[in-house]
């Protein structure tokens, strides 16, 4: 990991200022614990080099930190600021987290009078339940029971239904073989031919609602694999990244 810095405007004192070394140092300390999971080591850090030389984006690695430590609300806080003062490309992945995190809240509020508090979440737990709150789920699921109700609702009805139609086709061709003198009576032909068009009509009906279950699983399942990939960076949200801007400068983070 490196960390880079590119000036892009005057200083207070009208000439083009660098970051502070100090703040790189502090920067590039708290990346390396976060790296060995000493959160609170790196949460340090990073407040340090913020408090050295302030950086929007420094808030994104602060909220995350404080994720990592289950404090849920200086995150809701640290976040918050870097979605107003960064603007980023990722802001509905970190909505996402912002949510969560209230939603974490929530859940502590209400369980207070349990005998014993949940310990903090370790990084497993936090990604188990980015997965089991992702609202892709049902999409994938009810895609690929349509598709299955959909071949197997169309193949069997199609099969079944052409039996019924092929065994009063037989009968009628039998008739019509012998010149009526065997099989059965001209009654039994047209409650046949009846039948056999019904049949023949509802197999076509059964293929039909099997390709539209099949053409609607694979659409949904299409969406919900989409809105799976789309929503697994906030599983990996721990890579520290920032673009922030301060005094006329670009604080640029590369990892």
């Given amino acids: 990991m490196a960390a880079s810095f590119l000036g892009n405007g005057p200083s207070d004192q009208g000439q083009r200022r660098?970051?502070?070394?100090?703040?790189?140092?502090?920067?590039?300390?708290?990346?390396?614990?976060?790296?060995?999971?000493d959160y609170e080591g790196a949460l340090a850090a990073f407040q340090r080099a913020g408090d050295i030389q302030p950086a929007p984006g420094l808030h994104y690695n602060i909220g995350v930190c404080y994720l990592r430590l289950g404090q849920y609300a200086p995150a809701i806080e640290a976040l918050t600021k870097y979605l107003d003062e960064a603007?980023?490309?990722?802001?509905?992945?970190?909505?996402?987290?912002?949510?969560?995190?209230?939603?974490?809240?929530e859940?502590?509020?209400?369980?207070?009078?349990?005998?014993?508090?949940?310990?903090?979440?370790?990084?497993?737990?936090?990604?188990?339940?980015?997965?089991?709150?992702?609202?892709?789920?049902?999409?994938?699921?009810?895609?690929?029971?349509?598709i299955v109700v959909g071949i197997?609702?169309?193949?069997?009805?199609?099969?079944?239904?052409?039996?019924?139609?092929?065994?009063r086709n037989a009968s009628i061709d039998e008739f019509n073989e012998s010149g009526?003198?065997?099989?059965?009576?001209?009654?039994?032909?047209?409650?046949?031919?009846?039948?056999?068009?019904?049949?023949?009509?509802?197999?076509?009906?059964?293929?039909?609602?099997?390709?539209?279950?099949?053409?609607?699983?694979?659409?949904?399942?299409v969406i919900g694999l989409k809105r799976k990939t789309a929503a697994s960076e906030p599983s990996s949200q721990a890579k520290l990244r920032a673009q922030p801007r301060f005094l006329g400068n670009t604080f640029a983070l590369r990892f």
Wanted: hydrophobic share 35%; glycine share 12%.
């Fill in 180 to 221: 009526g003198t065997s099989g059965p009576n001209e009654t039994d032909i047209v409650r046949l031919e009846g039948e056999a068009q019904r049949y023949e009509a509802l197999q076509f009906v059964a293929i039909g609602i099997g390709a539209a279950l099949v053409a609607g699983g694979v659409a949904a399942l």
């Fill in 87 to 105: 603007d980023p490309p990722d802001r509905g992945d970190v909505e996402y987290m912002i949510a969560d995190a209230r939603q974490r809240l």
């Fill in 152 to 167: 197997v609702g169309g193949t069997v009805g199609g099969v079944l239904l052409g039996l019924e139609v092929q065994e």
């Fill in 18 to 37: 660098g970051p502070n070394p100090e703040a790189v140092e502090a920067y590039e300390d708290g990346q390396e614990r976060f790296s060995k999971a």
């Fill in 107 to 146: 859940d502590e509020a209400n369980n207070l009078d349990d005998e014993a508090s949940p310990p903090p979440p370790t990084e497993s737990v936090i990604k188990e339940v980015y997965i089991e709150s992702k609202p892709y789920r049902p999409l994938i699921i009810a895609g690929s029971a349509g």
